[in-house]
């Protein structure tokens, strides 16, 4: 199993800002994976976060919007930037740690004003 | 493409039992899950099927069929608490996760 401190749990943020979200995992894992959930929807994955390599972003989604680091084995940080009304969400970060089960942090609830 | 199809909206009764079905079309198959989410909540893991069948884990069992692409979540003896969104997701060929969209299970007293 694994147990993932995400930070911050909330936010209120002016448009035209940024934001950086933090993951911190119990244990060492390959991959870390950013999730966007809007209201009343299913997940959306956002990118895959490798430590030693560039993120790999899915179709949609760059990283001049949503930069990530991954510094080592068991931290990540994923950036909303320039901040819109839009990208009001809850911002999930997951970890696969064995073949099985997904585990996730607690969310981000982001509200842009 | 892949895709993952389940009902947007369930109800129930407390105490009864409801059954929320998942079909599938994906690039592989490397298992198929089920999570809880409550509302502004990370989602919560239920269960795991890789193979045909029925696992059981208390009030909540889950059945696979590969061959029919199809999965079902089953949950007995249904409690107020239980009023949550059950979302189905597989792993693809690549060990991705496929999302579906969450089935918002309401549950009556």
């Known amino acids: 199993s694994a147990v993932i401190s995400q930070k911050p749990s909330r936010d209120i943020c002016q448009r035209g800002t940024s934001l950086t979200i933090q993951c911190q995992v119990d244990?060492?894992?390959?991959?870390m994976f950013w999730y966007r959930q809007q209201p009343g929807q299913s997940l959306t994955l956002i990118a895959t976060?490798?430590?030693?390599?560039?993120?790999?972003?899915e179709s949609g989604f760059v990283i001049d919007k949503f930069p990530i680091s991954r510094p080592n084995l068991t931290f990540s940080t994923l950036t909303v930037s320039n901040m819109s009304p839009e990208d009001s969400s809850i911002y999930l970060c997951?970890?696969?740690?064995?073949?099985?089960?997904?585990?996730f942090g607690q969310g981000t609830r982001l509200t842009v004003v | 493409g892949q895709n993952i199809d389940q009902p947007t909206e369930m109800t129930a009764t407390e105490g009864a039992i409801v059954q929320i079905n998942c079909t599938y079309q994906?690039?592989?198959?490397?298992?198929l899950f089920w999570y809880q989410q409550h509302a502004g909540e990370a989602p919560t893991f239920l269960s795991y099927?890789?193979l045909d069948g029925l696992e059981e884990k208390g009030r909540f069992s889950s059945f696979l069929s590969r061959s029919k692409g199809y999965s079902y979540l089953l949950l007995k003896e249904l409690q107020m608490k239980d009023s949550a969104s059950y979302l189905c997701?597989?792993?693809?060929?690549?060990?991705?996760?496929?999302w579906g969209a969450g089935t918002k299970l309401i549950i009556k007293p």
């Open positions: 997951s970890v696969v740690p064995g073949s099985t089960e997904a585990f």
């Open positions: 244990s060492q894992v390959t991959m």
């Open positions: 976060a490798n430590q030693g390599s560039e993120a790999t972003y």
């Open positions: 994906t690039s592989g198959f490397n298992g």
């Open positions: 099927n890789v």
């Open positions: 997701a597989v792993k693809d060929s690549n060990y991705q996760l496929i």
